[in-house]
């Protein structure tokens, strides 16, 4: 990975759309559609897997993730970047409103480099929401991100979905890096 000094909050707005509406390749909807744990398919792809915390703190929402949400406050927003042998293969952003941070089962609140997906992927209630995809175009500010962390530049997909468990939600999007293999047939 290169030494990179990132800003946080990294994200930007997208269009996200239901998976169905686009045309997605073979190894594109592998990634991008599988419903079980990310951390769980990045950790048996790699060698070493860590995550990169950037920032975690309250801050405003984009208008997409507020009405997703159901949520007009601002919530505590979480960006990391997921490491497979250290290169970043994802660039995550979360979003956990005050309630979910505070619900203990969870165990939320103080997560630091500890990756998410393993928390609630633990949980006996987890639900997960239908997955809606994003695709970033080169001019955008995940390409720019991805441009600066990997040096190499393209349109970038993306993933999120709503979370629930113990009466809670998070809102987690997942934007695929180039060293992820989603890109090799390209």
């Known amino acids: 990975m290169r030494d990179v000094t990132l800003e946080f909050p990294c994200g930007s707005p997208a269009q996200w759309r239901p998976a169905e509406t686009m045309e997605l390749s073979r190894e594109q909807q592998c990634w991008l559609l599988d419903p079980q744990s990310l951390t769980a398919k990045l950790k048996h792809r790699s060698r070493?897997?860590?995550v990169s915390l950037i920032g975690q703190q309250f801050a405003q929402l984009f208008a997409d993730e507020q009405r997703s949400l159901q949520?007009?406050?601002a919530a505590v927003v979480r960006e990391v970047l997921?490491?497979?042998d250290n290169q970043p293969?994802?660039?995550a952003r979360s979003i956990l409103p005050e309630s979910t941070l505070g619900e203990e089962q969870l165990g939320l609140a103080q997560l630091g480099d500890n990756p998410l997906g393993e928390h609630l992927f633990r949980q006996p209630d987890l639900t997960r929401s239908d997955i809606e995809v994003s695709r970033f175009?080169?001019?955008s500010?995940?390409?720019r991100l991805n441009t600066q962390l990997t040096g190499r530049h393209h349109?970038?997909?993306g993933r999120r979905s709503i979370f629930s468990a113990a009466g809670?939600?998070?809102l987690v999007a997942e934007i695929f890096l180039s060293p992820c293999p989603l890109y090799q047939a390209q």
Do not use: E, G, K
């Open 48 to 50: 070493q897997f860590r």
């Open 71 to 73: 949520v007009t406050d």
């Open 82 to 84: 997921l490491c497979c």
């Open 89 to 91: 293969w994802v660039f």
């Open 137 to 139: 175009p080169t001019d």
């Open 141 to 143: 500010a995940m390409a």
């Open 155 to 157: 349109a970038l997909f």
């Open 168 to 170: 809670q939600q998070c």
